[in-house]
């Protein structure tokens, strides 16, 4: 899986300014709400996944839209998982389209996209394609959208909890593969983190892969080994780091979905995608014959990520910081890399008085860590 998806961030690299950003408003967890306007027909969507729908992760926060996009009576789902990034994948599109009637295609993994995707979109032009991650540019066939979102928003959230709650401790973050959207986070976490705590050290391990139980077992003890007091991590399925963290007495903060079933004394909070409201939006628009950019990315102000509810341990001066910076998302003002921001070799990459914006495509080439982290 690595192969593919190590290009996720690397391959924006010269093409980020000329991305069309879209967002689209808060939808409310976890109810659906009705649509603006009740469709003329009805309509078949497909989902891919490259995992299990249960995968207590990645896989499982796309199913969660699906399941709510099912909710609506004018919608039917059809759902494939378990689909390798591979010319399966393309099998299976044109099963969806030709045998179950499908409008619209969303494939969700990384490397459905080039060539699979690329390739495969040209022989059905009314067929409406939504891929994650991926970078849907001017030349590629234009029924192909693609999104993601600013998670490391929510991540940035997760440290400031994380360092109220073990303020004497250094922190752990076990990582899939050391590329740009996963030092994001990590250099996310440890701004958040050092917001409380200036001197907070956050130790970073990578188990090269995206699914490995195996290498996040033996990350996760090595972290443990140093006596951190929290636990945050980027790979597809949290659960077993979740567990781990659980049978340690060490914090534990989850990623993709609510990770507190999974750690029900240690989980603190979490990062978590939203798809819902944009898949929603995506088709009522379509539908409705309105315009809707290349490319798509939201936050915590559009509903995109949301942060996880924060356990009832959660001292009350994390909850009322976060509450002011949830406040300060939600007016526009919620800006992660403001300088000064040193990286971890003391070289200043975000000088003083100056701001990233998320939506800079520098920070999609992120290959530094801040000051704080300590990669092994």
């Known amino acids: 899986m690595a192969s593919r ?27 659906p709400t009705p649509p603006a306007s009740v469709p003329v027909r009805d309509v078949t969507v497909g989902f891919i996944y490259v ?14 839209a699906a399941r709510k ?20 994948v393309i099998a299976v599109m044109q099963r969806m389209i030709e045998e179950d009637g499908a409008e619209f295609v969303f494939p969700t993994s990384y490397g459905y996209f080039d060539p699979y995707l690329l390739e495969f979109a040209t022989q059905y032009p009314e067929v409406k394609f939504l891929h994650t991650g991926g970078l849907a540019l001017p030349g590629h066939p234009p029924n192909i959208s693609s999104s993601y979102g600013y998670i490391d928003e929510a991540m940035f959230l997760c440290g400031v909890i994380a360092a109220h709650t073990s303020p004497k401790l250094p922190m752990g973050f076990v990582g899939a593969i050391p590329i740009p959207v996963v030092r994001r986070n990590i250099n996310a976490f440890t701004l958040g983190a050092r917001q409380v ?25 090595e972290l443990f080994d140093l006596g951190i007091g929290t636990l945050a991590c980027h790979v597809d399925s949290p659960a077993l ?24 004394t240690q989980f603190i909070t979490g990062a978590e995608w939203r798809w819902f409201g944009m898949y929603k939006d995506y088709i009522q628009r379509h ?12 936050g915590l102000r559009d509903g995109m990520v949301a942060l996880s509810p924060l356990a009832a341990s959660a001292p009350p001066v994390a909850r009322a910081q976060m509450n002011k910076l949830l406040r300060s998302a939600e007016q526009g003002q919620f800006h992660i890399y403001t300088g000064p921001v040193l990286d971890n070799q003391g070289e200043v990459m975000v000088p003083n008085g100056m701001q990233r914006r998320q939506d800079d495509p520098w920070l999609e080439t992120m290959d530094w860590f801040v000051e704080g982290v300590v990669a092994g």
């Open 197 to 221: 705590n200036p001197d907070a050290i956050v130790h970073a391990r990578f188990t090269g892969g995206w699914n490995d139980p195996e290498q996040e077992q033996q990350r996760a003890r």
């Open 241 to 264: 780091l979740m567990q781990m963290c659980e049978q340690a007495g060490v914090r534990a903060v989850g990623y993709h979905v609510n990770q507190s079933v999974n750690a029900p």
């Open 5 to 31: 998806r190590d290009l996720l961030i690397l391959g924006a690299l010269g093409v980020g300014a000329g991305l069309t950003v879209k967002f689209w408003p808060q939808v409310p967890e976890p109810a």
């Open 51 to 64: 995992g299990a729908t249960n995968d207590s992760g990645y896989n499982q926060s796309h199913a969660n």
């Open 69 to 88: 996009l099912a909710q609506f009576d004018w919608i039917n789902v059809v759902e494939q998982a378990n689909v390798p990034e591979d010319e399966t």
């Open 287 to 298: 539908l409705a014959n309105k315009d809707w950019p290349t490319m798509m990315r939201g």
